[in-house]
Protein backbone atom coordinates (compact mmCIF):
# COMPACT_ATOMS: atom_id res chain seq x y z
CA UNK A 1 0.00 0.00 0.00
CA UNK A 2 1.32 3.66 -0.67
CA UNK A 3 0.47 6.27 1.62
CA UNK A 4 0.42 10.26 0.77
CA UNK A 5 0.51 12.58 4.04
CA UNK A 6 -0.41 16.12 3.41
CA UNK A 7 -1.33 19.47 5.67
CA UNK A 8 1.67 20.01 7.19
CA UNK A 9 3.02 23.89 7.75
CA UNK A 10 3.78 26.54 9.90
CA UNK A 11 1.84 27.44 12.46
CA UNK A 12 1.80 29.99 16.19
CA UNK A 13 1.74 28.00 19.11
CA UNK A 14 -1.84 27.42 20.26
CA UNK A 15 -2.68 27.27 16.50
CA UNK A 16 -4.06 24.22 14.40
CA UNK A 17 -3.87 22.00 11.69
CA UNK A 18 -5.11 18.77 10.17
CA UNK A 19 -3.06 16.41 8.18
CA UNK A 20 -4.46 13.95 5.60
CA UNK A 21 -2.93 10.24 5.07
CA UNK A 22 -4.47 8.43 1.84
CA UNK A 23 -3.85 4.90 1.11
CA UNK A 24 -3.61 3.68 -2.46
CA UNK A 25 -2.75 -0.07 -3.95
CA UNK A 26 -3.77 -2.61 -1.80
CA UNK A 27 -5.70 -0.69 1.08
CA UNK A 28 -6.89 -4.03 2.38
CA UNK A 29 -3.92 -3.60 4.39
CA UNK A 30 -4.71 -0.81 6.34
CA UNK A 31 -6.73 -2.32 9.30
CA UNK A 32 -4.32 -0.24 11.37
CA UNK A 33 -3.71 3.40 10.08
CA UNK A 34 -1.28 5.59 12.36
CA UNK A 35 0.84 9.00 12.68
CA UNK A 36 4.16 9.37 14.00
CA UNK A 37 6.48 11.86 14.32
CA UNK A 38 10.46 12.59 14.45
CA UNK A 39 11.99 15.60 15.68
CA UNK A 40 15.92 16.77 14.05
CA UNK A 41 17.89 14.77 16.00
CA UNK A 42 14.92 12.59 18.19
CA UNK A 43 13.68 9.36 17.54
CA UNK A 44 10.75 8.37 15.95
CA UNK A 45 7.42 8.66 18.28
CA UNK A 46 4.07 7.57 18.23
CA UNK A 47 1.20 9.71 18.00
CA UNK A 48 -2.24 8.11 17.00
CA UNK A 49 -3.47 4.80 15.68
CA UNK A 50 -7.02 4.13 14.17
CA UNK A 51 -8.06 0.89 14.07
CA UNK A 52 -11.43 -0.63 11.89
CA UNK A 53 -12.29 -2.45 15.47
CA UNK A 54 -11.38 -0.27 18.13
CA UNK A 55 -11.43 3.25 19.29
CA UNK A 56 -8.36 5.33 18.63
CA UNK A 57 -5.39 5.17 20.70
CA UNK A 58 -3.22 8.18 21.65
CA UNK A 59 0.15 9.00 22.93
CA UNK A 60 0.01 10.68 26.64
CA UNK A 61 1.19 13.88 25.00
CA UNK A 62 -1.14 14.84 22.50
CA UNK A 63 -4.13 13.17 24.16
CA UNK A 64 -7.12 15.89 24.73
CA UNK A 65 -5.69 18.07 21.68
CA UNK A 66 -4.91 15.83 18.49
CA UNK A 67 -7.85 13.67 17.28
CA UNK A 68 -7.78 10.83 14.44
CA UNK A 69 -10.08 10.08 11.91
CA UNK A 70 -10.99 7.87 9.40
CA UNK A 71 -12.73 8.34 6.07
CA UNK A 72 -12.85 4.52 5.03
CA UNK A 73 -14.41 4.92 1.67
CA UNK A 74 -11.90 7.31 1.42
CA UNK A 75 -9.25 5.52 2.42
CA UNK A 76 -7.76 8.44 4.40
CA UNK A 77 -6.68 9.32 7.78
CA UNK A 78 -6.66 12.63 9.35
CA UNK A 79 -4.76 14.14 12.20
CA UNK A 80 -6.70 17.60 13.82
CA UNK A 81 -4.21 18.85 15.84
CA UNK A 82 -5.29 21.73 18.17
CA UNK A 83 -3.36 23.55 20.63
CA UNK A 84 0.06 23.03 18.90
CA UNK A 85 3.33 23.57 20.98
CA UNK A 86 6.85 24.58 19.55
CA UNK A 87 7.51 20.72 21.09
CA UNK A 88 5.46 19.47 18.35
CA UNK A 89 7.76 20.74 15.63
CA UNK A 90 8.72 17.45 13.86
CA UNK A 91 8.21 15.62 10.52
CA UNK A 92 4.53 13.95 10.67
CA UNK A 93 4.63 10.52 8.91
CA UNK A 94 1.77 8.14 8.18
CA UNK A 95 1.87 4.53 8.72
CA UNK A 96 -0.75 1.27 7.92
CA UNK A 97 -0.21 -1.73 8.73
CA UNK A 98 -2.93 -4.80 8.29
CA UNK A 99 -2.67 -5.93 12.14
CA UNK A 100 -5.29 -4.56 14.22
CA UNK A 101 -3.88 -3.16 17.37
CA UNK A 102 -5.40 -1.52 20.67
CA UNK A 103 -3.21 1.02 23.50
CA UNK A 104 0.10 0.24 23.58
CA UNK A 105 0.21 -2.25 20.99
CA UNK A 106 -0.26 0.35 18.45
CA UNK A 107 3.38 2.22 19.66
CA UNK A 108 5.67 -0.05 18.11
CA UNK A 109 6.83 0.51 14.78
CA UNK A 110 6.83 -2.82 13.97
CA UNK A 111 3.40 -2.43 14.20
CA UNK A 112 3.34 -1.11 10.75
CA UNK A 113 4.32 -2.67 7.07
CA UNK A 114 3.38 1.00 5.10
CA UNK A 115 5.09 4.34 5.72
CA UNK A 116 4.46 7.74 4.25
CA UNK A 117 7.33 10.17 3.02
CA UNK A 118 6.11 12.77 6.02
CA UNK A 119 5.12 15.93 6.05
CA UNK A 120 6.49 18.79 7.50
CA UNK A 121 4.73 20.43 11.00
CA UNK A 122 6.64 23.43 12.60
CA UNK A 123 5.43 25.32 15.54
CA UNK A 124 6.96 28.39 16.89
CA UNK A 125 6.35 29.96 20.07
Known amino acids: VQLQASGGGSVQAGGSLRLSCTAS????????MAWFRQAPEKEREFVAA???????TYADSVKGRFSILRDNPKNTVYLQMNSLKPEGTAVYLC????????????????????WGQGTQVTVSS
Open 25 to 32: GRTTSTAT
Open 95 to 114: AAGDRYCAGYDCYGHSEYDS
Open 50 to 56: STWTSRP
